[in-house]
């Protein structure tokens, strides 16, 4: 089923087992206004999931971000996880974040694994003076069983 509260929705799917075991295919969803105030915006809600593994965090500029030269999608720790750079800011780009797919998932801190719940963070060289940007992340997540 699919979940909107305030400018974040989610849509899952659910695999449960006799003992209430769970595997769970979501997506969840914001529009984020960027701040004016500084080169970094986080969402309000938590997109990536505690336990889980982030399949791709996708974006779309819905108000073209003025001011700043570049942006790109990452978390709290990592700037470019998701996504490099990206250039083009106006209205209607889009940009597909799998960055963090690449390289050994053992070895790589910034991997596709989530163990604590965070935040998607938006990040941009210089301040924007506007912009707006629909975020969505892909997961799977995962519940251990209650016996």
């Keep these: 089923g699919t979940i909107t509260l305030g400018t974040t929705s989610r849509a899952v799917s659910i695999a449960k087992t006799a003992n209430a075991a769970e595997w769970i295919h979501g997506s969840i969803s914001e529009l984020l206004t960027l701040s004016t105030a500084g080169t970094t915006t986080d969402t309000t809600a938590n997109l990536l999931p505690a336990n889980s593994i982030i399949e791709a965090v996708v974006a779309r500029v819905t108000t073209t971000i003025t001011t ?48 604590a719940a965070a935040k998607v963070r938006v990040t941009t060289v210089g301040t924007p003076g506007a912009g707006a940007v629909r975020i969505t992340v892909f997961y799977r997540q995962f519940v251990a069983p209650t016996s």
């Design 68 to 115: 700043a030269t570049s942006w790109q999608l990452g978390d709290p720790t990592t700037a470019g996880r998701f996504t490099n750079a990206n250039s083009t800011m106006t209205a209607g780009t889009t940009d597909i974040g799998l960055k963090h797919q690449q390289g050994s998932v053992a070895t790589d801190a910034a991997g596709p694994v989530q163990t």
